[in-house]
């Protein structure tokens, strides 16, 4: 063989120099795309959860709420809220309903209005919550609130769980 045939071949990469270096860059991308992806996932649970949790503490803050007004016209505290103790209830705020809980709460999926910004259970487009409400009898003068806001994501499903004692 010549000298510049040699060197004409023995200057280029080999098929399996190229497989290598073809590698060695999939797995340097592949390590941020998949960091990339945990992290999407995780802000979009974390998303819910807060959610989901805004969704309860609503609901406590209700219930505390219609006891404080029947204190002040001078109602029995529990007067409006006293179908959900010891039952499982569906509370919609901004109608200011709360209906106790038939079946596996079909009726505690929450909507959301788009318009006024609002959850609910009367308009608005399908989200993947539910919402119910429990109070058990502690006490004469103390009840505990418990609020339970459900949704699966993908097929996990979750839930949040906001207890409160009222007096």
């Known amino acids: 063989m010549t000298a510049s045939f040699k060197q004409k071949y023995a200057s280029g990469f080999t098929l399996v120099e190229t497989l290598v270096a073809v ?12 960091l ?6 995780s802000a979009l649970f974390a998303r819910d959860q807060i959610t989901a949790s805004y969704l309860a503490q609503e609901a406590v803050e209700y ?4 006891r404080d007004e029947n ?3 001078g109602n029995s505290w529990l007067t409006g809220l006293s179908s959900c103790v010891g039952a499982t209830c569906v509370v919609d705020l901004p109608n200011d309903t709360i209906d106790t809980c038939t079946g596996a709460c079909a009726e505690g999926a929450v909507l959301y209005d788009a318009s006024s910004n609002l959850y609910n259970h009367a308009t608005g487009s399908a989200t993947p919550y539910t919402r119910t ?3 058990s009898t502690i006490s004469a003068t103390e009840v505990a609130v418990v609020v339970t ?4 994501t993908g097929t996990l499903s979750r839930s949040v769980v906001a207890r409160e004692h009222i007096h």
């Open 23 to 34: 590698s060695i860059l999939l797995v340097s991308i592949s390590g941020p795309l998949t």
């Open 36 to 41: 990339a992806t945990r992290g999407i996932s």
């Open 63 to 66: 219930a505390r709420n219609i």
């Open 71 to 73: 204190t002040l016209v």
């Open 133 to 135: 409400m429990t109070l």
């Open 149 to 152: 806001v459900s949704w699966t």
